[in-house]
Each structure stands twice: as C-alpha cells, then as structure tokens.
C-alpha cells in the first residue's frame, strides 16, 4: 500500500489525475491426459497499471515488476501527451459503497490436493458412460486481491476467488466437453464429468439431417457465445457512437422477443461479481433490454463524458496489463419461464466459429457441437453434422422461449432459449 | 545435477514491451507501452511436470531458483502419468535483421504514420473507421538442469485497419491487416486503408450467400486458414497422444490427392518465426502432409517421446505459461495450375475471399471458418459479390476433394489460440479448387 501512496504522489506532480490499479493473486490447476494426472501448476500474479489524466489527455501503462514502477509512470505521462484531448469531468470522488459483492469465498484455498480432487471427481462422474474415453481436463483454484486508488482519495479493495474444472472426452470420433465454473466452492465435478461424457456417447451415433430451417434450442454455453461475439460487442457505448453498433439508433425501440430481458448484474453469484467498476465508479444493474426494448448501452468514463452520457460503471479490465474498457460484469438473459422442449428442434450443446460472425452486421455462420434432436422434453436422435447460418440480432426478435433454469458460463449467467426457425445444412 | 527428486527442470523467462496506439474516427484513443517479466519452471519428478508461472524471477539467484524447484517439485508430486523427454535438437536459428527497427521510432511517429492509414479508409460513404497498431519486442531467455542456454530477441509489430459503411440500416465491415518481423510495416500502408473503405462499401451492394454443397475456390489467405484449421492442429502431437485427433493413427495413409503437401516451418522468417522454440530446441520444417499422405506430426520433446513420427521444435508458449505443440508458419505447397485453370475447372461455384478466422475439433474432425466475402462462380468466370460465407466439413472427407493447386503461394499473418494461449503465427497457400465444400450463408436464391 505503500506502494500505491508512492505512486499517487509522484504522478501528481506530472498530472491532474492519478489511478492505480494492483492485481495480486495466486492459483493452482492440475491437468488431466488420458485419465491420468499429468501436470500441476502453479502461479503467483503481481501486476500493476498506472493512468494519469491531464487537461482531457488519458494515459496509461502497466508492468508485472514493482521495482520497474518508476518507468511505467513515465510511460503513462508519455503516452498521455499523445493522446486526443477529450471532454473529461474527473475520475471518480469516494463514495460510499453500501453492498459487497459476492466474489469471495475463503474456504477456496489454492491446494493441488483440491484440484486433484476435482479431476477424481470428473472420472468417477464421466464412468456412468464407460464407452467415453478421457482426453484431457483440468481442475484449478485460484485467489486474488484487486486494489483501486486514485488522486481523488478513492482505495477500494476486492478479493476474489475462483473455482473451475473441465473435461473432454471422445467416443470413437465423436467429441463430448462440459465445464463449471464458479467464485464459490459450489462446481459439481462429477457432473462435469457425467455430461461430458454422455455428448460423446450419445453423438457417437449420429445421423445425417436434411438442410432446411428447424427450431433451435441453444444451451447456455453456445447462447454465451453469440452474446459475446455478437450482442455485447453492440451495446457498448463506444461502438454505438463510433458508428459501429446495429443498435445505435434503435434505442427506446422494442428490438427484441417481449419476453427477454438482458441486464449487467454486477451482484448476482457469477464470475465477474463486484461493488465497483475497473475505474472506481460503484457497479449497479444495468438494464440493456427490458421486455424486449433497448433500454440502455454501456459506458466507461470515457465514452461517457465524450458522447454526454451517464457513466454506467461498465469499465473492466482483462487483467492488469489492459487499460479498462466498456464491457459486462454478470450478463444475464431472463424473462417468463416455460417448457421450450416439447415440439421438435435441434438442441445445440457449443459451436463451433462463433468468433468468426460479423460484429457490425449480426450475420454468423457456425458448426454445430453435439447437435441433438430434442421432443416430448427430452434428447432424441443425435445428428451428426449442422451448420447453423443467420443473423442473430433478427434470430432474437420473435422466439420461442426461455427455459427454466440458469448457468454461470464465463461472465454471463444464461439459460437455454429456443429460437424459430433458423436455417441448417444438415 | 538436479535437486533429488528431479529428472530434469527448465526456466524460461520473457521480458517484453509491449506497445499499442488506437486511433479511433480519427481520435487517439491511447497509445503507451507496458513492460512484462515473467518465467515459467518446469519440474519433472519422479512422474509428471509441476511447474511454476512466476513474475520477476531471476535464474541466476540460486536460492530464489532453489525454492522454485522445490515448489515445483511438490506439485509434480500428485501427477501420476510418467512423461518421458525425447533428446533435444540443439542450436539456433539467426532472427532476420529488421529493415527499420520499430523500438527506434517514437511513439509519435507510429502514432503518425498510422493516422494516415486509418484516415484513408474514411472513402466517401464511410460511416466509421478504426486502426490499430501493436508491437512486442521479446527477450526470451532459456537454461535448463543440464546447464543448457539459450536465448533470443524478437520484435513483431503490425497494423489492422477496419471501415463500416451504412445504408439503409444495413451495416458493413471491410478490414486490412500486416504483421511482421521484418521491421516497421506502417509506410506508404495508405491504400490498404483505401481496401478496407472500398471493401465495406461494395458488401452493402452484396448479397448473402446461398449455403449448400457446391465446388469451392479458395484464396490464399482462406486455403492458409484451411491447412491451418483442418490439417495443422489435428498434427499436433498432444492432440495425437491424447486420442483427440483423427489423424491419430494415420501416418503413412493417403488422406489427399498426390498435389496435396502440407507444411509447417518456424524456422521461416515469417511472422510465426521462432530463433529457438519454448523448451530450447531448434526449430525445423516438418511436413505433416507429404504428397497426400500423413507423414509426420508437430512435437515437443514429451509428444515425440510418446509418439515419434516428427520432430522437436514445435513447443511454443506466451511469457510465464507452458509450452504447447503449436504451429507457426503453415502452409500449402504450391502446385501447378494457374488460377485461370482453377475458375475454368471449377466452372459453377463460389470463390471464398480472406478470413474472419477459423476453429476446428480435430477429435471429431470438424473444422468452420468465415470469409471476408466471395463471389460466385458462373461458367469459370467471377461473378457477383457476395458476403457472410463460411466453409465448414469433416477434415477427412473435405482433403480428398481438393482438386487443384496453384501455382502461386502468399502467406497472410494472425493469432492462433489454444489452452488459453495466442501466439503469432502466419498461414499460406496457393489458389485451391475443393469439389462438395460444405458452403454456409443465409441466402435463399
């Protein structure tokens, strides 16, 4: 902490402003080959990121060596002077931050023995499908401390935990993968282990499917993947009045299905949970979509002092050496609840290329993993190849429901939702 | 000698810079450098690794090294898989001097020159415009418990330029992009910024695609992507050794036609260059597919011990992680038709332009990637433009349907990721004529 005062100090002698962000953490993993443990690892993690602001000019910079500090406010003074001078109203005053978040949970102790004891788990779920063969996974444990200081007298500190585990696992040429994870000592391995195993049995049987539109039930992992490639991407702030949004002038508009709600919930029990933003502006929930109207985007300070909108507390950071930037803490998809398996659809358990969709447009063309026809409420008849092809801000405006249920997949906390009629090459 | 307990342990420490400037619709959004120091110790015990990810080691400090081997130690202790290291293959390969070293330049002047890029791609009808530049000068040093070292510095850098233009409230996206390792990149780089404008533009006048089963021509640039994804990681030795690939199994058998070579070479001085791979070891060209046949697959020293069938050199690793078998530059070997050959042989088809990138299971054999866009194929000449292609099939099937190779190969640059690590790689081709490529697109007619 002394650190931090140095720091502080020193950059006001250069700058107006001066933020401080501390990443300190440890973990643990232990990996799986072939059933067998075969590697355990362990890290320790010192990062420290530096902005200064000056007159409307942001800087920034970051280093994993804290007797290197010195340089690095030398180079976020640098790269400060480079900067586009921008409308700036201050980094944020103290305030009172009345919640705490539910990131920490102290019984997760970054232990190889817990680890190892994830993968036992995995095995002994993933043996009620005996014909599945093992591949790889991983079971892993980590802890970390975040601190936030600034000029302004700002000092916050979180500490954080994760669990996490994951399994693959092969039947002839059919692949079967599942994962938790979690900031709580809550993951099941043994269900891990139980699911990725029945994907690649159950599709090892695969057969070929006619090309033509179908229903599509979209389980949590792959619905993460559309949100975050394409979704997220476009209700950020700066993407809207960069020009680059689809949704940047539908807002007030209903864009979407009445029934689906999608809201940043920086207190719900995800991964990403937390009282205050990467910046120091206190988090709250953010409503994106409201029965199916755009509500909201996302702003960081920045975007929101330039664009004159109010600040969201949407500033995050992949880890320390980024400068923040507009994105979720706890994206979750919510609305009324029903029964979305009874008439016939193909259940998409991932896909594959979702990376690939066209971010501006919504346009994506993606395989399919683990594609199972499912009716009457249950799996059917697995099929063995489909590419799925649309446009999934037009897939969203009229669906055919949200299931009961929700899972923590990365920074999101989604059910499975079942969109009409969607185009397949079987 | 090792500490008891200890086959065998290696460091490798990575200092870098990294520096990044984004200039957004024509405003700097930031530019900077950040410095890293970070090192990863391996331990193999008396079965399998314990290793330890550790910032601002310093390996010559005996006692701060000695604890980290023993904290390795400890972790090995749970594995219970037994991993046994083939014989190193020593040396080093000369990193390319670069034609004008980005580390001499001010941050301003990159600032500049880049400006003038994402400013060229503000054509008339533009709506939004973006560039993008980065640069990471790495210092890699390598020692191991036989005293071995080695060590290496390399500077890539590169620019991405992207356009979105509007209508209608349609909205279209053209991007460029150049990496390197031969030096400052960013001069006189104002007409791929011009590329990207048009590009964006002449997509809203495009249609979407009609998916289905269709012969395919593909780019360079997609056939690149294409040995990457289809053929590069299913030949990954780690994949192979777990079972979780289909070409496991395969060496010796015809899985293409005879034109069908597939390389993949970090010796070359391309932008997944590597002096020296992430456990010391010489990097060499391995050709994975000779002549349509499988013939080898990509190692570390654990993969080739388990398996043989290639060669050392293939470990790759960001700072502070562990090695994985990785590519770096991949490639198609050039065959003999001419691309006029390719569009007559095809005839009725789609020409498939650029990567958005790509993914495979290589267990199951699947592989998808996104085009920038294509053209249609009508009576072996180039069509109407269309966008929001993909391919996608079974690696198996799809390589014994390549039909032609030309005669001309680029290589184009990018990111590859796996285990939670990206590294810089460049992939390459010549033309390729695939016969039932499995197209995807939303059109209907």
């Given at each position: 902490m002394e650190l931090i005062d140095q720091i502080l100090a020193a950059g006001g002698r250069s700058a107006q402003e001066v933020e401080v962000y501390l990443v300190e953490g440890t973990g643990v993993s232990a990996e799986l080959k072939r059933g067998m443990v075969a590697t355990a690892t362990g890290s320790r993690e010192w990062g420290l990121s530096i902005r200064t602001i000056d007159h409307g000019r942001i800087g920034a910079s970051a280093t994993?060596?804290?007797?290197r500090w010195e340089e690095c406010l030398q180079a976020a003074v640098a790269s400060m002077a480079l900067s586009t001078t921008q409308e700036w109203r201050g980094l944020p005053e103290p305030a009172e931050i009345r919640r705490s978040a539910?990131?920490?949970?102290?019984?997760?102790?970054?232990d190889p023995s817990v680890a190892q004891g994830f993968l036992k788990g995995m095995l002994e779920g993933a043996?009620?499908?005996?014909?599945a063969k093992i591949t790889s996974g991983s079971g892993s444990l980590g802890r970390s401390e975040v601190t936030i200081a600034n000029s302004h007298g700002i000092r916050y500190t979180a500490a954080r935990t994760e669990v996490g585990c994951s399994l693959e696992t092969i039947c002839g040429q059919s692949t079967g993968s599942e994962f938790a994870h979690s900031a709580?000592?809550?993951?099941?391995p043994a269900w891990v282990g139980e699911r990725a195993a029945f994907f690649a049995v159950h599709s090892a049987e695969g057969r070929p499917m006619e090309t033509g539109p179908c229903d599509i039930l979209l389980s949590p992992v792959a619905l993460a993947q559309f949100l975050g490639n394409i979704l997220v991407p476009a209700l950020s702030g700066r993407t809207v009045h960069a020009g680059r949004?689809?949704?940047?002038?539908?807002?007030?508009?209903?864009?979407?299905?009445?029934r689906i709600d999608l809201l940043d919930d920086p207190?719900?029990?995800?991964?990403?949970?937390?009282?205050?933003?990467?910046?120091?502006v206190p988090a709250a929930r953010l409503d994106f979509v409201k029965a199916g109207v755009l509500s909201s985007f996302a702003y960081d300070l920045k975007a929101a002092y330039r664009y004159g909108a109010k600040p969201t507390g949407s500033a995050v950071r992949?880890?320390?050496?980024?400068?923040p930037a507009i994105g979720v803490h706890e994206l979750v998809l919510d609305g009324p609840r029903e029964?979305?398996?009874?008439?016939?659809a193909l259940y998409v358990h991932d896909v594959v290329?979702?990376?690939?969709?066209?971010?501006?447009?919504?346009d994506f063309s993606v395989e399919c993993q683990n594609p199972i026809w499912v009716e009457g409420g249950g799996f059917q008849e697995p099929v063995r190849k489909a590419m799925l092809s649309g446009n999934f801000f037009d897939a969203l405006r009229e669906i055919g429901g949200i299931a009961a249920g929700s899972r923590i997949v990365g920074n999101a906390i989604l059910p499975c939702i079942r969109l009409n009629n969607m185009q397949v090459i079987g | 000698m090792p500490p008891s307990g200890i086959r065998f342990f290696d460091v490798r420490r990575v200092r870098a810079v990294a520096t990044h400037v984004d200039i957004d619709n024509g405003v700097v959004e930031s530019a900077g450098s950040s410095f890293s120091d970070a090192s990863l110790v391996r331990v193999l015990g008396p079965l399998g690794w314990g290793m330890v990810s550790v910032n601002n080691?310093?390996?010559?400090?005996k006692g701060e090294l000695d604890r980290v081997l023993a904290e390795g130690l400890a972790l090995a202790r749970i594995t219970e898989d037994k991993v046994d290291l083939a014989e190193p293959p020593r040396g080093e390969r000369k990193v390319p001097v670069p034609g004008?070293?980005?580390?001499?330049?001010s941050l301003e002047e990159k600032t500049g020159v880049l400006a003038k890029i994402e400013k060229a791609a503000?054509?008339?009808?533009?709506?939004s415009t973006r560039a993008t530049y980065i640069e990471r000068a790495e210092e890699v040093f390598y020692t191991d418990s036989s005293g071995y070292e080695a060590g290496s510095a390399v500077t890539r850098c590169g620019f991405s330029v992207i356009a979105v233009a509007k209508r209608n409230g349609d909205a279209q996206m053209g991007r460029e992009s150049h990496h390197t390792i031969?030096?400052?990149?960013?001069?006189?780089?104002e007409p791929m910024g011009v590329k990207a404008g048009e590009t964006a533009l002449a997509l809203l006048d495009a249609g979407a695609a009609k998916g289905g089963k269709m012969r395919a021509v593909l780019d360079p640039e997609l056939a690149g992507v294409f040995a990457h994804e289809a053929v590069g990681h299913a030949s990954e030795g780690d994949l192979v050794k777990e079972g979780s690939?289909?070409?496991?199994?395969?060496?010796?058998?015809?899985?293409?036609?005879?034109?069908l070579t597939i390389v993949d070479d970090p010796?070359?001085?391309?932008?997944?260059?590597?002096?020296?791979?992430?456990?010391g070891c010489l990097t060499a060209r391995t050709e994975m597919v000779s002549r349509g046949r499988v013939n080898a697959y990509l190692h570390t020293r654990e993969t080739l011990a388990a398996l043989g069938n290639g060669m050392a050199g293939h470990g790759r690793a960001e700072a502070g992680e562990p090695p994985h078998v990785r590519m770096s530059n991949t490639f198609i070997e050039e065959g003999d038709a001419s691309v006029g050959e390719i569009f007559a042989e095809c005839r009725d088809g789609i020409l498939l332009v650029g990567s958005r990138g790509g993914q495979v299971d290589p267990g199951r054999g699947v592989f998808q990637f996104n085009a920038e866009y294509g053209y249609l194929i009508e009576k072996g000449e180039q069509g109407r433009m269309v966008r929001d292609v993909s391919l996608s099939g079974e690696i198996l099937s799809t390589l014994h349907g390549i039909l032609l190779c030309g005669n001309k190969r680029e290589m184009h640059q990018g990111f590859c990721g796996k285990g939670g690590q990206s590294v810089p790689v460049s992939d390459g081709s010549p033309h390729i004529l695939l016969s039932d490529a499995v197209v995807g697109g939303s059109g209907t007619d």
């Open positions: 994993s060596s804290p007797d539910p990131s920490f949970d102290e019984r997760v102790v970054p043996r009620k499908h005996p014909e709580f000592l809550e993951i099941d949004s689809r949704l940047a002038p539908l807002l007030g508009q209903k864009c979407f299905d009445g207190f719900a029990r995800g991964l990403g949970a937390t009282a205050w933003d990467a910046e120091g992949g880890g320390f050496s980024g400068s029964a979305i398996a009874s008439d016939r290329g979702a990376h690939t969709a066209n971010p501006v447009s919504g | 080691l310093d390996p010559e400090s004008e070293d980005p580390r001499s330049l503000k054509v008339p009808g533009i709506a031969h030096g400052f990149n960013l001069r006189h780089q690939s289909v070409l496991a199994g395969r060496i010796g058998e015809q899985i293409g036609p005879a034109i010796g070359l001085p391309e932008f997944g260059f590597e002096p020296v791979d992430a456990e």
